[in-house]
Structures are given as structure tokens and as C-alpha cells.
């Protein structure tokens, strides 16, 4: 029998991987802070569960998730100020319940944010330099599961996301005097997300640290102009800067060593 999986946070990426995972023969279970979505994941085959972590304590019932898997990919993100703030206490009780329930196995969505104002090529063997509140947040909660030898845990540092209903250019779009317009994008689409997460579960990649990015880096400047115009909106405009900056460039040198393909190109059709 597969290892049964578990989804802490069933949002814009959780939900669907769920639905991928049983897709492929995974018993899947999966948590969500809204009790109206509990029957829409019991809909998709995915057992559902209602559980909200905070600062000092937990609503729902944790252990009892975590008593139902093998595997927990926590997805659950930092937020911004408070809310990044009191992360930290929150992914410190999760990982007591994780040890609690003799969990062996962690795959912890972080993001490239980590890398902070880092210029030039970053690798997955860049030293982080968080700048924001959320990304240091993330940072501590990936050493918490990362370094703990009774862990089996592999973390994925996603790039922007991107997908339906969600593109940075639709907020971007009409702004003016916008800066870093050379700057390169690092970007993967949704489907590439559910394709890495899915085959790190399938094939056992556990113990890596993974940069998740597509490999293609055009600039700001003309890549958001082109979505733009390919979506029918108005253009972001950038100021004009010095030459020679590219900003940070992500690169996924552990998936090319693990004979990884992304698939699904950032220039991908609107939806």
C-alpha cells in the first residue's frame, strides 16, 4: 500500500496536489482553516480536517491528523508582519506534534524569498540572507524539521507562482515608475509545482533542498509588458535604470541533477 499523505493547508496549490496524489493511488488526507471546505475536500476523496494553528495554541485536531499519515507536506505560508511573527510559534507546535506522533517524513513548501536581496546566479547552495519578516520565518521553520536527524525532510523553495486566477502582472498592470524593470523573473507555473511535489513523493527524494524555479529568466520589463499585452491590460511602466543589473537569477541545480523536466513554460496561454 502507498504511504498516506498529508496536506497541512488545502489552498491554491494544496487542493489540487491533493487531487493529484489521489490521482496517482495515494490515501490523502488534508486540513483547511474554513469548516465550509470540509466537505468540498470530502468531495475530492481527500479526509478532511479542520485545524488552525496560532500563537499559543491549536483549533482542531492535530494529532489525530498526523496519527492518519506517513508524509506531511506543510504548506502553510508565513503572511506578512503579525502573522509572520507568530509563524514561528506555530511551525515550533507543529513540529513537538510531528515528534509526538513519531512522523518521519516532512516535504516543507518555503519560497526563493529566503535569498532575500542576494545579486546575480543563487543555487541552492547560496547562503540565505532573508530580509523580510516572512522569510526569516521561514528560514528558522526550515532548520527546525530540516536538521533533525529523525527526519526524513525535503524542503522546496518555490519561485513566484503562478497559474489560474493568479499572475503578478495583474496587479502590476497600469502602475508607473515601477523599479528593478531588469531585473530577471523567477517564476513556475502551478503545474510544475504539482509535477516536483508529486515525483519527490513517488520517488523518494527525501533529505534534498530544492530551488523550484523555471529556467527561463527574461526581465521585468518585457516579460510583464508581453503578459500584459497578452491578457488585454494595461502596461506596467518601469523606470529607465542603470545597465548592467539582473537582479537575483534562481537556479534549480538540484533538479538538474535529479533529471528533473519542467513542462509547463511561464509564457503559458492565458487562463
Sequence with gaps: ????????????????????L?????????????KAN???????????????LFRDGVKGHLIEFLNEIDILVINVPPGRKKEAADFSSKMEQLYEACRITHLEKVLFVSSTSVYGNIQGEVS???????????????????ALFSKDPTLECTVVRFGGLIGPDRHPVTYLSGQHNLTNGDDAVNLIHLDDCLSLLSTIITE?????????????????????????????????????????????????????????EFKTHIDHPVE
Design 1 to 20: 500500500m502507498k504511504p498516506r499523505v498529508g496536506i497541512l493547508g488545502c489552498g491554491w496549490l494544496g487542493f489540487p496536489l491533493g487531487r493529484k
Design 22 to 34: 489521489i490521482s496517482l493511488g495515494y490515501p490523502v488526507s488534508g486540513t483547511t482553516t474554513t
Design 38 to 52: 470540509l466537505e468540498v475536500l470530502r468531495g475530492e476523496g481527500i479526509k478532511p480536517f479542520y485545524i488552525e
Design 124 to 142: 541552492e547552495k547560496t547562503e540565505v540572507r532573508p530580509a523580510s519578516e516572512s522569510a526569516k520565518s521561514l528560514v528558522a521553520a526550515e
Design 204 to 260: 523518494e527524494w527525501w533529505g534534498k533542498l530544492i530551488n523550484a524555479v523555471y529556467p527561463e529568466h527574461p526581465i521585468k520589463r518585457e516579460y510583464y509588458t508581453r503578459e500584459a499585452h497578452l491578457r488585454g491590460l494595461p502596461v506596467p511602466l518601469y523606470k529607465k535604470e542603470y545597465a548592467g543589473r539582473s537582479g537575483k537569477v534562481i537556479s534549480s541545480k538540484t533538479l538538474k541533477s535529479l533529471g528533473f
